[in-house]
Structures are given as C-alpha cells and as structure tokens.
C-alpha cells in the first residue's frame, strides 16, 4: 500500500492559507493583513501548518493513525496527553498486548 503523499492529506483551508503565503512572497505580516489577523496569530497557524507536515512526512511513523493524530497535534486540535493515551491504546490493540 502507498502512503498518500503529505499534501493530498491537507485540509482545503490549509492548502488556501500556503497559497496566500506563496502569493504574498512569504510574508506573514501581507497574510495577516489579507485575513485581518495578527502576525502572532498568522506565526501560530504557520507554526502548526509545519508540525503537520512533518508529521504527514515523518516515514518512522507507524501507521496512517499515527500520522494522523500527530497532525491532529500540530493543529492544537488534540492534547499531547491524549495524543499519547490513544496511540498507546491503538498500539495494544494492534498488537494484541
């Protein structure tokens, strides 16, 4: 089975905010403009949209559910506490511990 490759596991916000990045030269301070954001606000996102790619990309990942609630993390959309109970708890299901 082939892994999906990172970006076709991005959401279409996500997608729509690195092409405002792109056609803003990478200037976050243009893209908090666009949005009417803050620059703090606009880092933050920027900050979390790399996380989830790393860990769409991070091939030592297990499975597509690990990939998957590692960017859950990177978003700010699960805890590192739960993150960690429910891999521990999908790693004993898989491995029937």
Do not use: C
Request: aromatic share 8%.
């Amino acid at each position: 089975m082939t892994q999906k490759a990172w970006f076709d596991e991005l959401s279409a916000e996500d997608l729509q905010f690195i092409r405002r990045f792109i056609l803003a030269s990478g200037s976050l301070k243009a893209v908090a403009q666009e949005y009417g954001v803050s620059y703090p606000t606009v880092r933050l996102r920027l900050d979390r949209l790399i996380a989830k790619i790393q860990a769409l990309e991070d091939s030592r990942e297990r499975s597509p559910f690990h990939r998957k609630v590692r960017a859950l993390m990177a978003e700010g959309r699960l805890g590192e506490r739960e993150a960690r109970a429910l891999l521990e708890a999908h790693d004993e299901t898989v491995n029937g511990d």
